[in-house]
């Protein structure tokens, strides 16, 4: 019998510059899931909450997911490939929101690992520099984002506990 543990982030020593992580699966955003993040987050502009004032007020003439959800999107697709095994996140360096993201968009994202550093204070740690883009169902980039993630390396990640014994299956 073999036991499978899912990979859940990374540690210093697997991160290579120039890899890319092609996050699964996608989400389709629905107009509950906007409306939702929007109200969560206090941001009542009616660019996004509002169909009538969306079409007779604004470019698009319809409502616009607001760019934090597209962003937190494609963040949260990142996690179980990049930051899931994270010190910490340090640092959004740059974030730029290519194209309108729309109520039935489904987004899709990529990483590719530029740099990383040992740590110069602790020696059981380093610093990977990512890039990641979010793509919606026709292939337009909708945002990006280079951020600074600090992470472990491997002889000092913690281990993974479950709060029950591993003698589950006779």
Not at 71 to 86: E, F, H, K, N
Request: net charge negative.
């Amino acid at each position: 019998m073999v036991v499978h543990e899912r990979p859940f982030g990374r540690c210093y020593e697997d991160f290579e510059p120039g890899d890319i992580y092609r996050h699964w699966p996608g989400k389709t955003i629905t107009e509950y899931d906007d409306h939702l993040f929007c109200m969560i987050t206090m941001n009542h502009h009616p660019l996004h909450t509002n169909e009538w004032f969306a079409e007779g007020e604004t470019v698009h003439k319809r409502n616009v997911v607001v760019g934090n959800l597209v962003y937190s999107l494609a963040l949260g697709m990142s996690v179980p490939d990049v930051s899931g095994a994270a010190i910490a996140n340090l640092e959004v360096e740059s974030l730029i929101h290519r194209y309108p993201t729309f109520h039935g968009d489904t987004i899709y994202a990529e990483t590719r690992v530029l740099d990383k550093v040992e740590s110069k204070s602790k020696n059981d740690r380093g610093i990977v520099t990512v890039e990641t883009k979010a793509f919606n169902q026709r292939g337009e980039e909708v945002c990006y984002f280079r951020r600074k993630v600090m992470v472990w390396k491997r002889e000092a990640l913690p281990l993974r506990k479950r709060p029950y014994s591993d003698e589950v299956w006779d």
